[in-house]
């Protein structure tokens, strides 16, 4: 997780990358909103994520089987 502190505000962005968008949903969804002095949340989703020449920047889960 990476947090940033707008200087001009009390807004925090924060960067998160979770397995699925289940866990995803329940942070933002259930976890965030429960914790004192959050007002609101908001999410953008990014489904893939590329390093400047092109590969994942973690790598990627074996295939089940």
């Known amino acids: 997780m990476t947090i940033e502190r707008a200087a ?3 807004d925090i962005l924060t960067a998160v990358a979770t ?3 289940p ?3 329940r942070y933002t ?3 965030l909103p429960r914790l004192p002095g959050i007002t609101d949340v ?3 989703i ?3 994520m590329f ?3 092109g590969s994942p920047p973690w790598p990627r889960p074996s295939a089940p089987g």
């Open 23 to 25: 866990t995803m949903s």
């Open 46 to 48: 990014v489904t893939h």
């Open 19 to 21: 397995r699925d968008l």
């Open 29 to 31: 969804r259930d976890l």
């Open 51 to 53: 390093t400047a020449d």
């Open 8 to 10: 001009a505000g009390h």
């Open 42 to 44: 908001q999410a953008r």
